[in-house]
């Protein structure tokens, strides 16, 4: 993506007081949503131009690649932005897993009656997502 395609991108994105987007990346095999992360300006710029998903850790205020440590890497494949500009979708080629407890995905409990329990494994859908 050229810089004036950045450009254009980044005008659409309301980063919030601290820079920053919450930014949903979502399995481009099937569907799944596979975690919730934070991107602020220099993160996004370098997903559009490099096209392998970075984050900004809130915990290390530092740019996150996402795989760099864990092997585990995101591709985009698409960028989706909400109709307010306050939220990103990353749709990904998912490396390994998504979760830094090993899980494919972060959404792997759900609340229910008894309180919180494992969620059921994610079914695709069955379309060709290609």
């Avoid at 990346?25 to 991107?39: F, P, R, T």
């Avoid at 899980?103 to 060709?128: Q, S, Y």
């Amino acid at each position: 993506m050229d810089d004036s395609a950045i450009e254009r991108v980044l005008a659409a994105v309301k980063f919030d007081a601290q820079g920053l987007v919450p930014a949903i990346a979502q399995a481009h095999d099937g569907g799944e949503v596979l975690m919730m992360a934070w991107m602020n300006r220099d993160s996004l710029i370098e997903t559009l131009k490099s096209g392998r998903v970075v984050y900004w850790s809130r915990s290390r205020q530092a740019l996150w690649r996402k795989g760099d440590t864990s092997g585990h890497e995101q591709h985009l494949r698409e960028l989706r932005i909400d109709c307010d500009g306050d939220t990103l979708l990353a749709i990904v080629d998912q490396t390994g897993a998504a979760c830094h407890t090993g899980a494919r995905t972060c959404f792997f409990r759900k609340a229910d009656v008894a309180g919180l329990a494992e969620a059921e494994t994610f079914r695709p859908c069955g379309h060709d997502h290609a």
